[in-house]
Each structure stands twice: as C-alpha cells, then as structure tokens.
C-alpha cells in the first residue's frame, strides 16, 4: 500500500465509511445505512438491475460477493448504466455489516461485426 508519512490514499468506493470519524459527525456510530452512487457506466439502458452482497458478523466472519461482476451476473447485465453501494452496519460495523454492489443496466447481446470477406464468401 501507498503510504505518504502517516496518509494512505482512500480506495473505499463508499469513502466516508472508510474511517469512523465521519460517521461519527453524520450519526452513525451504532447504526449507518446508506446508499452511495457510484460511477457511471455507458450510458446503457436502465432495464435490468444485478445485487451482490457480501456480510460480517463480529469482525469475525465474512461472507458473500459484493463485486460488480457479481452484481452484473445476477442481473445478466451486459452493458452497465450506474452503480450504486449500500452499506448497513451496527455498531461501527463490528456487530454486522452488510455491503452490497448494484448495478442497473441492460442484457442486450453484444453485437461483432463480421467481415464482408468472411461473411459474403470470396469467389475466384
């Protein structure tokens, strides 16, 4: 990892849940729920949405998939218009924390183009 002196760049996709003090100045220490955008795709259509989620108990143990392929599977998602996170955690996220990854977008078929050669035969 980076480290500049005692800083290291903020890779959270969620930023403001990556360190506690912001929760502490938004509420939520003992209970935070949000849902965060997150980039933009492009620009596809907005017909299908995809969830993964992964959890925590107990700082103990973790399970699930939060990734955007996860998500983009669930929903057989092609062409991504937006994600968005959600993050629910309880105290801090040391008694649960849950964080899902959803992605909206559509599951048309990507088009190849062939070539005229190949498709149309080439005759001597």
Do not use: R
Not at 55 to 82: H, P, Q
């Amino acid at each position: 990892m980076y480290s500049y002196g005692h800083l290291q760049p903020n890779t959270n996709p969620t930023k403001d849940y990556a360190a506690g003090l912001p929760l502490y100045f938004k509420g939520g220490i003992f209970v935070h729920d949000g849902v965060i955008p997150g980039p933009l795709g492009d620009n596809a259509e907005n017909t299908s949405i995809g969830k993964a989620c992964s959890k925590n108990i107990l700082w103990l143990v973790s399970f699930g998939d939060s990734s955007i392929e996860a998500a983009k599977a669930d929903g057989k998602i092609t062409k991504v218009a937006s994600i968005e996170y959600e993050q629910l955690g309880v105290f801090y996220g040391a008694i649960y924390h849950k964080f899902c990854t959803v992605v909206t977008g559509s599951n048309t078929a990507v088009e190849t183009k062939t070539d005229a050669k190949s498709a149309t035969g080439k005759k001597k």
